[in-house]
């Protein structure tokens, strides 16, 4: 069974990290924190096992561009892809651009203001055949809007009348049980991108837990201005593109390449579909590592610390765990951390299914990042303890630069077996 607060919430963190955490690191970071780091982390790091993506050439028809840049509001560690919609069966349809790729999460979730009038998507509706909404959860907040039904075109790739989220604050009365949830995130600037792409390893955001029963804050069929939340059958849920798909419908790849050791001013990759279905998407010597079928998490095991929630999250723009062995920024950017020197750490990742694989990252000092390379989108250094609970390892943006990750769609068929699990 899904654990929903964990997949709503926890990997709703990286959006609320984009806009909360990292805009106020832009606008301007206080003095960090000194002192050496004594951590056994400093040791000769573990052999990375990293594939880096090609050269830029032209896109295959199952590949779309992605690049890192100031997107919205100027938020480093953000990818981008453009998402075309239209009104199913049609050739009426609207392109999105900057729309954040997030492997954390699964759903396409877009903003009204987005859509032109013009472009009228048909209501998803209930069991009893009344309007579907949903609020999304966050740390801090929330969104809030229609599920709506619309083709999705990404790339080459079409998937027909998927259910998605319209963001729209003005659509019927936002549920109290929703809106105490803290603030609103249903604007394009207070979530630093025009929406969210979620291609994680699961179907639909919610999945078994919401059809057994009313999850609240979650979905809720609509009369009017009254929204009562309800349960919901997952072919009505917000669903994740890829396994809608005709073809290429086992996964994906977020392909990046290296970033330097400090910062870069822009970052070009792509974001192939497929796990070993063309010449393109083949899983060659990647390693597969299991992830829970419920909650799509794994461990990690860094510096003696065992991290049994773990997740790979391009939608966090940082590395985002909990230890003693890195000084924190000083207030009021401790959410960072701000070593004296950059810290060249070293963890052990262990999938579910016994693989484990070795791998190296640095962390830099967030204060001196923003100092010197503020203008930059870029920054491949930084982490933090910010929101994560002991138990959490966040590996975000920064782990995905110079590697392809690869995320296999639940129960989809692959060379490296059958979904779900993450390979690199």
């Avoid at 690191?25 to 003095?31: Q, S």
């Avoid at 919205?72 to 049609?90: A, D, Q, R």
């Avoid at 009348?161 to 394009?188: E, F, H, K, M, W």
């Avoid at 985002?320 to 000084?327: D, G, K, R």
Wanted: proline fraction near 7%.
């Amino acid at each position: 069974m899904r654990d929903p607060c964990l997949l709503l919430k926890s990997d709703s963190l990286l959006k609320l990290l984009a806009s909360a955490l990292l805009a106020v690191l832009m606008a301007g970071c206080g003095g960090g924190g000194g002192g050496s780091n004594s951590s056994s982390g400093t040791s000769a790091p573990a052999q990375s096992l990293t594939n880096v993506s090609p050269a830029p050439q032209a896109l295959a028809s199952n590949a779309a561009a992605v690049t890192v840049d100031f997107g919205v509001i100027g938020v480093p560690n953000i990818p981008f892809v453009s998402v075309t919609l239209c009104m199913p069966g049609t050739a009426h349809c609207q392109t999105i651009d900057h729309v954040q790729v997030d492997t954390g999460s699964s759903g396409l979730r877009v903003f009204a203001t987005q859509l032109p009038v013009s472009l009228e998507l048909p209501q998803q509706k209930d069991g009893a055949g009344n309007p579907l909404a949903e609020c999304m959860q966050f740390f801090d907040g929330y969104t809030w809007g229609s599920v709506q039904l619309a083709d999705v075109r990404i790339a080459g790739e079409k998937a027909a009348s998927l259910p998605i989220q319209v963001i729209d604050p003005d659509y019927s009365a936002t549920p109290s049980d929703c809106s105490s949830l803290g603030a609103s995130r249903n604007t394009p600037t207070s979530l630093a991108a025009n929406g969210i792409l979620g291609i994680s390893v699961f179907k639909h955001d919610c999945g078994p837990v919401c059809v057994q029963d009313a999850v609240p804050a979650t979905y809720y069929s609509c009369v009017g201005t009254s929204c009562t939340s309800i349960a919901v059958a997952e072919k009505l849920q917000v669903a994740n593109p890829i396994p809608y798909f005709a073809t290429n419908n086992n996964g994906s790849i977020l392909m990046l390449p290296a970033a330097s050791s400090s910062s870069e001013a822009s970052l070009s990759g792509q974001l192939v579909f497929g796990i070993g279905t063309q010449s393109n998407n083949g899983l060659g010597s990647a390693q597969v590592i299991g992830v829970s079928p419920s909650t799509g998490t794994f461990r990690t095991v860094q510096n003696g610390t065992t991290y049994s929630r773990s997740v790979m999250d391009s939608g966090s723009t940082g590395l985002f765990f909990q230890t003693s062995a890195l000084p924190i920024c000083a207030t009021p950017n401790n959410w960072f951390y701000c070593p004296a020197s950059t810290q060249q750490l070293s963890a052990m990742i262990e999938g579910v299914n016994g693989v484990t694989s070795a791998v190296s990252f640095s962390v830099g000092n967030a204060a001196e990042i923003r100092l010197i390379h503020a203008g930059d989108p870029v920054m491949p250094l930084l982490a933090g303890p910010a929101f994560v609970t002991p138990t959490m390892f966040v590996w975000g943006l920064p782990f995905f630069y110079g590697r392809n990750i690869y995320a296999a769609v639940e129960q989809q068929s692959t060379p490296g077996g059958k979904g779900p699990y993450i390979a690199y």
